[in-house]
């Protein structure tokens, strides 16, 4: 599926950016795309944007990062991808623990599902993908 035009502010390094996001929710999308400046369109910057939660994995987050690996997700002059975590305290911690407390065996399973299968979606892009770390990991 590929990704609608979302327009927002997103706290990383000060500036705007256009975002482009699966959710159809009116906040800001918890995934961010932008296309790196300077570039000609050839490399997507994909923001985690949780960062009051220092981007912890939500299922929508994961959802829209399975969804950009898929073949229509980015547009054709995309050459590669950088991932970055939004503000300064962390790239991401990871599962978010806090909303996973009250899964059901069920949500948790389907959870992991949805890691395992963004994971090896991400192992198995064609295109180069680049964690650009910063803060906790």
């Not at 000060?14 to 159809?24: D, E, N």
């Not at 790239?91 to 992991?112: I, P, Q, V, W």
Request: hydrophobic share 45%.
């Amino acid at each position: 599926r590929r990704l609608a035009t979302r327009v927002a502010r997103l706290h990383w390094a000060g500036r705007s950016v256009r975002l482009l996001s699966t959710s159809s929710s009116a906040e800001a999308p918890e995934l961010a795309v932008e296309m790196a400046p300077d570039t000609d369109g050839k490399v997507a910057v994909v923001f985690l944007n949780r960062p009051a939660r220092m981007n912890a994995l939500s299922f929508e987050m994961g959802a829209d990062l399975l969804a950009l690996t898929g073949p229509e997700a980015l547009p054709d002059s995309v050459r590669a991808i950088v991932i970055a975590g939004a503000g300064q305290r962390a790239f991401s911690t990871g599962r978010d623990l806090k909303d996973s407390k009250d899964h059901t065996d069920e949500e948790a399973e389907r959870y992991m599902r949805l890691a395992r299968d963004t994971v090896l979606a991400m192992k198995h892009c064609a295109l180069p993908t680049v964690a650009a770390v910063n803060g906790f990991a």
